[in-house]
DNA sequence: ATGAAAGCGCTAACAG
DNA sequence: CTGTTAGCGCTTTCAT
């Protein structure tokens, strides 16, 4: 049963029922009376308005789409359960799109979700968009806002870690450790948070005065088999690197693997720094120093600045930055002595 | 611009431009000419159909909802990636909601998700429905596929592990290994899935013709906090157990930290058998042996199952079994010798 | 305080 | 092969 129909069963205009229904009766100040009748006959015959018809009418979906590169890691299933926690508090539904850290992949979605009219989009990329994306993308017809890294070329809104002092903090950690060759298990070079990452570990070598021959780095994508090569690499490196630090979330797992592989301890034959905080870092045998990010604030952020831009029509884009926390734990030591 | 304005500009009917748009073209015999020229036109123009009035016409929405207790519980963020993958080359969008293991949320987010009007609903429950909501889940204007666990009461297709015999294939992999005092912990001993894996791990007590009393379990939630509770219970209990299998998901986080905590030794103090393969699982000291779910399988299962509902009108509501495979790895070993 | 009616953008039935 | 048109369910302006 719809709205009209109720109207009919009651006796009174749809409009009646369809302003009592959207909480508008008293706007309209529509009678006491009338009001618990509505929502009453609403309750016992399951009527609640049509999203669809309410929001051709109105011109709003009520559906803000969600990209992430892949769902399954931690950082983006956090940010996802925030994200989509507060956007319901407002009465705003998620889709959510996994692109699978593949750019054409990527592409293809933002495409599919342009074209679905939805209030908003909340992106966080992999790559780079072919310009006619791009160029659709810049002339949005919903606000837009990225997290976790820019896609290149769009000046959107963005909510980001502080990545390069975050890469330099890990770095710092290490090299106050003594460690003097260090290793940097890398994501996509390509992308501008990684480059970030690895610039602020570069600033920390400046800043110790340590030759920057002996930082070392490997890796090409967020995939399992690359961040394992990588790893090889690494701990195959004529000297091998006391210390590693893996700057992208899924990192940590080839390299534990090759550890593993190698059988080599930690931290006794390496000191490891992380990049993001999972449930399992503090449980694993030794507990990982890792680089965390304030997930719940980002996405507070996020919905933060989409709803603004939802409700205002100012053409502002912020750039939220937000620092990382480096949580000491037992897998960094001081190297052993030769 | 929309699809009739694209109509003026090109001097043709809505109803072709809508036709070639949605790919009906063929269906209608639209000549070659005028396909290309619509689709030229709307490519140029970004014209897509409004997927709004299109579905307020067809009465489908084009999205499904998908409902689960924790998305950041990675069996479920497998699951929610393996689903959006296969419905998107459908063409059919997923409105995500996390009831954050809360049944009072599970059911406000039920509600909103049936007056939505979605095209169909994919539910990984937590808890019981009120009887309300039940009866109109017992009568849903769209399809419902539940996965995991059923919500008690309701007779939707369901696609689940052989929770019974996983819970046996664990208990049987710890005492075949010698072990004669064991202890599980739980996470809701009131869904249906944790009674049957405890079930299961009954039967395995039965079948070695061990005393049942050497079975002790703890548990009361999926939450962190419950999970260490239950597992110091445990690890307290006078006599204690030599294996232990978490028998939900999270709960081996809990057990780690505990373990942590009571400086014991996995697997020399304690053996461990985990429910749910974790991607980093095999990577921690010691390797976990788990009892690993068809992630893939089942999704590919669910979408299936919803696919066929929403093609047909059928009403039938398959439960479909899927079998748990045992990863054993070195958190098993045989008890010491007292 | 409420009703009548237009129209959001689309598709499908019907017409030719 | 293509056009015309009704109407999906709703909100909102206008009218009273």
Chains 1, 2 share one sequence.
């Not at 009376?33 to 309750?43: L, N, P």
């Not at 449980?283 to 205002?312: C, F, G, S, Y």
Request: proline fraction near 7%; include cysteine; charge should be negative.
């Amino acid at each position: 049963m719809n709205i009209s129909e109720l109207a009919n069963e009651l006796g009174v205009a749809v409009s009646t029922v369809s302003r009592v229904l959207s909480g508008n009766a008293e706007k309209y100040r529509i009678s006491q009376k009338t009001v618990a009748r509505v929502q009453q006959a609403a309750e016992k015959f399951h009527v609640t308005p049509d999203p669809l018809g309410a929001g051709l009418r109105r011109g709003k979906s009520g559906i803000v789409g969600l990209l992430v590169p892949d769902i399954t890691n931690s950082f983006f299933s956090q940010l996802a359960r925030a994200i989509e926690l507060r956007l319901r508090s407002s009465g705003v539904a998620v889709q959510l799109c996994d692109s699978a850290e593949d750019p054409d992949t990527e592409t293809a979605l933002l495409e599919k979700m342009l074209g679905r009219r939805l209030d908003g989009l909340i992106i966080a990329p992999v790559g780079m968009s072919s310009p006619a994306l791009l160029e659709k993308l810049r002339n949005p017809t919903m606000p837009i806002v990225m997290v976790d890294r820019p896609l290149p070329g769009l000046d959107s809104a963005l909510v980001a870690l502080d990545n390069r002092s975050a890469g330099q903090k890990a770095a710092t950690h290490l090299l106050e450790k003594g460690h003097k060759k260090l290793g940097c298990l890398r994501g996509d070079p390509g992308s501008e948070s990684d480059q970030d990452r690895f610039a602020g570990v570069e600033d920390a070598f400046r800043e110790f005065n340590i030759d920057p021959q002996s930082l070392i780095s490997e890796g090409g994508s967020y995939s399992r088999e690359q961040s394992v090569a990588a790893a090889r690499a690494l701990l195959s490196a004529p000297e091998r690197p006391t210390g590693i630090i893996t700057l992208s979330g899924q990192g940590i797992l080839g390299l534990l693997e090759t550890v593993r592989a190698f059988e080599l301890k930690i931290p006794a034959d390496l000191s490891v720094v992380a990049f993001d905080e999972q449930p399992w870092s503090p449980l694993i045998e030794p507990p990982l120093t890792t680089i965390a990010q304030p997930v719940d604030e980002m996405a507070r952020k996020v919905v933060q600045i989409l709803e603004q831009k939802l409700n205002t029509d100012t053409a502002l884009e912020p750039r939220e930055v937000f620092a990382a926390e480096l949580i000491g734990r037992s897998s960094v030591t001081s190297p052993r002595e030769k």
